[in-house]
């Protein structure tokens, strides 16, 4: 046996991760989406295996084994979905699990029980077929009538106990799959499932099945009662079962973010109701198991692991004595589980204690960190480099403090969806509006999705009414009353927060920085949320720290020992007054008056010949520019018609957009502002670098349409013959 012993855990579903082990210990993790930045990716595990080789310094040969798990099939070593590093004949060799093996394996590996309960519930694992040929004892433990039933089922629900070295199945049940219909509220998962019905109703409200966080912080703002009946069922045998008739209530699947806010009580309520369904099945299902199976100590993994507020309820419940919730409960916590079967399963090793961290990234230096910075233009930010960690904390402190917000990146990055230290957005959570601004010009993203406290644990109970240990993120609260409106910005609408507690041993710079934030303002709690906006993995190195930062409203940037801050710009009302003054000059005529949401541009509406502006609501004034484009490509024919039923259906044509864009450049020019104005990374459906690239390089997108018009000739782009057609 090779010394060290390096195992190799892989998962390539959705959420892909890899996690190496060093004689049954933690040494790296990353989750795929970090590398390549499209969230939720998974499939080949190429770049994850790299990663974690070359922040250990060894090479494939110095591995012993490699455990890895997939969905639906069980992946070649040489090929899945791309060419794979391992070969099919090589070492080391690759041995495969079945997929919530691999989720109870996670959760025993990280947790602090030596012998434990494992309770596992998704939305669908390793089909039927699949397992038993992986693990052809474990069928003396399936019901008979599952192993008859002729169609397709997966994984569904799962309990083990753990010994402190051997896995045993206890209970396993599998669903039909129910196939995706456009007219019916289904999709690609299993039916007869918690996590199944909660994609579903994701889906439905926000029209993405991934969603089913931003479901859970939706339910509060809905109205119980407002929708009738069970959607689950127990039979005689224990088995939860999805009733056929809960679709019926459901008729309005929403379209998109106008039909979201269109109707948003509605959808709230259906979140509610959905919510309510999934606390119930919950903790019906542990009711049911531990009563079959006795067991004091609990773990728990899988999707449905993930929801904070059915999660309190158990804690509250007193089904076990004690609870560990895997904090990387999804698809990117397989690769743990793998890895861990590996250790204590494969090579019989006994386990090893885990500290409880979940910060497993590896680290960037000193270099990496000058490299980062030398790349951006100088004349864009200030950077000071603290030799002592104290000046450091006391400055950034003193910008919390002040109501500033901080991008936080420290050290490797945290393993899991949340960041709880390494990778955060940090705000101070008593000044007034500071959930919306961040919500708004930071995160980009809905205005009721809520932000966590961070907390000292030892004040935990001071602020919270149960004040117990929450170190992941993974555990509802509910905020003190005296402290409801000073912890406003972190207390969700219902009162409760999902709440991490601070401790100096996993997290000694971030629990310094709240220490001096307490002794400069009396209170040891931060706002912390991920450092990400809407749709973007969380930031894994400085360059896209920086970027982020750049991109952003954030006022400064924490990187290692580097404080970073923004050189003074023009602010946004220069660029407002000297946009409005461009355009009263040319005749567009723009309006101040209140907006109702939603508008296509936030705060911006076209009606007739003129712009009308909601200032409130308007959050990029370059935006304007944009909309005055719309008004000056189109005829004048035609412009009076612009926001009433007699306009053409199909306008703004393609042809009208791109020649939008086109005039909205040569307007930036004629302004002397710089293209980010217009083209900012929260616009143009992602694309806004690569439309300030083309102009950069003299690709000029739409001119000929704009020399068509009789506005320009194209060989004098940018400079404009006229303004308006």
């Not at 644990?457 to 609260?477: H, N, Q």
């Not at 997290?507 to 307490?518: S, V």
Request: some cysteine.
């Amino acid at each position: 046996m090779k010394e060290p012993l390096y195992i190799l855990g892989t998962g390539l579903s959705h959420n892909g991760s890899c996690v190496l082990l060093k004689n049954g210990e933690i040494v790296f993790a990353i989750e795929k989406e970090r590398l390549t930045r499209i969230k939720h990716d998974g499939g080949n595990d190429t770049d994850a295996i790299r990663y974690c080789l070359d922040a250990e310094g060894i090479t494939l040969d110095e591995v012993s084994l490699v455990v890895q798990c997939a969905n639906f099939e069980i992946p070649k070593p040489d090929y899945f979905q791309g060419k794979r590093l391992f070969s099919e004949k090589g070492n080391p060799p690759v041995i495969t699990i079945s997929h919530h093996l691999a989720h109870a394996y996670s959760a025993v590996g990280t947790s602090p029980f030596d012998a434990c309960g494992v309770m596992v519930i998704d939305g669908c694992g390793s089909p039927l077929d699949q397992f038993l040929q992986l693990h052809p004892n474990a069928a003396k433990s399936i019901s008979k009538s599952i192993l008859e039933f002729p169609e397709m089922q997966c994984e569904k629900d799962s309990f083990y106990h753990f010994d402190g070295q051997k896995m045993q199945l206890l209970w396993k049940d599998f669903s039909v799959m129910s196939p995706y219909q456009e007219h019916e509220l289904s999709l690609p998962t299993t039916k007869h499932s918690i996590g199944g019905f909660y994609a579903a109703m994701s889906h439905y409200v926000f029209g993405n099945m991934e969603d089913a966080g931003k479901l859970m912080g939706l339910a509060p703002y809905g109205t119980s009662g407002a929708f009738f009946g069970n959607v689950f069922e127990f039979n005689s045998d224990g088995r939860l079962m999805v009733a056929d008739d809960w679709k019926a209530q459901f008729d309005k699947p929403s379209k998109g973010k106008e039909d979201f806010y269109a109707d948003f009580q509605y959808y709230a309520n259906v979140a509610r109701w959905a919510q309510e369904q999934v606390e119930q099945a919950v903790l019906k299902c542990f009711e049911i198991r531990l009563k079959d199976f006795p067991i004091k100590n609990v773990c728990y993994s899988g999707g449905v692991a993930l929801n904070a507020v059915a999660n309190a309820k158990l804690v509250r419940s007193n089904l076990a004595d004690a609870w560990y919730f895997e904090p990387a409960a999804a698809d990117n916590g397989l690769a743990l589980g793998c890895a861990f079967y590996g250790w204590l399963e494969y090579f019989n090793k006994p386990k090893k204690p885990h500290d409880g961290s979940t910060c497993f990234g590896r680290e960037y230096s000193k270099k990496a960190i000058e490299l980062a910075l030398n790349e951006l233009p100088s004349n864009t930010f200030n950077c000071h480099q603290y030799l002592e960690d104290s000046d450091l904390l006391k400055e950034t402190a003193t910008l919390l403090k002040a109501g500033k917000t901080v991008g936080w990146f420290q050290s490797g990055c945290e393993f899991g969806p949340r960041a709880l230290g390494r990778r955060s957005i940090l705000a101070d959570p008593r000044k007034q509006g500071m959930k919306s601004h961040i919500n708004a010009r930071i995160k980009f993203r809905e205005d009721f999705r809520p932000f966590a406290p961070s907390v000292l644990e030892e004040f935990a109970e001071e602020f919270f009414e149960s004040g117990r240990k929450s170190p992941y993120m993974i555990l509802v609260d509910r905020t003190k009353k005296d402290y409801a409106q000073p912890l406003a910005n972190v207390t969700h609408v219902d009162g409760t927060a999902r709440v991490q507690t601070v401790t100096k041993k996993w997290n000694p710079r971030y629990y310094a920085l709240i220490q001096e934030f307490q002794h400069q303002s009396g209170l040891p709690v931060l706002l912390n949320t991920s450092f990400n906006k809407k749709g973007m993995p969380i930031v894994e190195t400085p360059k896209e720290a920086l970027k982020l930062f750049l991109e952003t409203d954030l006022d400064a940037l924490v990187l290692d020992s580097n404080l970073i801050t923004k050189k003074k710009t023009a602010t946004q009302s220069d660029v407002l007054e000297k946009i409005l003054k461009f355009l009263d000059e040319i005749g567009v005529e723009v309006v101040s008056a209140p907006l109702k949401d939603p508008c296509v541009l936030p705060g911006l509406a076209l009606q007739g010949n003129k712009i009308v502006m909601d200032a409130a609501k308007m959050l990029y004034p370059g935006d304007l520019l944009h909309e005055a484009g719309h008004l000056a490509v189109t005829s004048a024919a035609e412009r009076h018609l612009i926001g009433t039923d007699l306009m053409d259906l199909s306008w703004p044509s393609d042809g009208d957009e791109i020649a939008a864009i086109a005039w909205s450049y040569a307007a930036l020019r004629a302004l002397h502002l710089p293209a980010e104005v217009v083209f900012h990374p929260n616009g143009y459906k992602d694309q806004s670098e690569w439309i300030i690239n083309q102009f950069n390089n003299d690709n000029f997108i739409g001119v000929s349409l704009l020399q068509w018009m009789g506005l320009c000739d194209a060989r004098d782009y940018p400079t404009m013959i006229k303004w308006l057609r």
